[in-house]
């Protein structure tokens, strides 16, 4: 996924791309690319600038945050980058402030932009922080580990008391 900067028209450049998924190197135990990634796309000059916007496409197989059970989850999203060539100057040792567009802005150097990077963080940010199978997943018993969504088990549902709070307890069940 690298374009020649010479090779992109004063109108842009429209491009289709389909990446295999090994070229991501995103296979950990509970998030594995599972299908190719397509992305359609335009790269367009503004003066020494490239911008590059476009939709991803591809797939996950995810592990639930609560039954750990693995489910596919679709990324679809929108892709939006801003490159700029990379100068070295005393700046980059001084802290900075960040602004919205820096999180979007990704540097070239010889010519070439890459794509790789920020399409992988992208399919990466796409997860949710809590991943879900179904809205409704009842997740998996702390007692005995059954999961809940196939079977009910016969444990007290009831958490035991924090030893701190026993004498609390004994007043509730006196209360009773």
Excluded: W
Aim: proline share 4%; charged share 30%.
């Amino acid at each position: 996924m690298i374009f020649e900067i010479d090779k992109i028209d004063e109108e842009g450049q429209s491009f289709e791309v389909l990446e295999p998924k090994q070229h991501f190197h995103i296979d950990s135990p509970d998030c594995v690319l599972t299908e190719d990634v397509k992305i359609q796309g335009r790269l367009e000059k503004i003066g020494h600038e490239i911008l590059c916007q476009g939709l991803l496409e591809t797939g996950l197989l995810v592990t639930c945050t609560r039954c750990l059970i693995g489910f596919s989850f679709p990324v679809k999203n929108k892709l939006r980058v801003h490159f700029i060539a990379r100068v070295e100057n005393d700046k980059t040792r001084k802290e900075i402030e960040l602004t919205d567009l820096d999180f979007e802005q990704e540097f070239y150097e010889e010519g070439r932009i890459d794509l790789s990077c920020p399409v992988r963080d992208l399919i990466l940010l796409s997860l949710p922080q809590v991943r879900l199978c179904r809205e409704d997943c009842s997740g998996l018993c702390s007692q005995c580990g059954t999961n809940l969504n196939e079977k009910h088990c016969d444990c007290n549902n009831e958490e035991p008391c924090d030893p701190r709070l026993a004498v609390l307890q004994k007043l509730k069940d006196k209360l009773k």
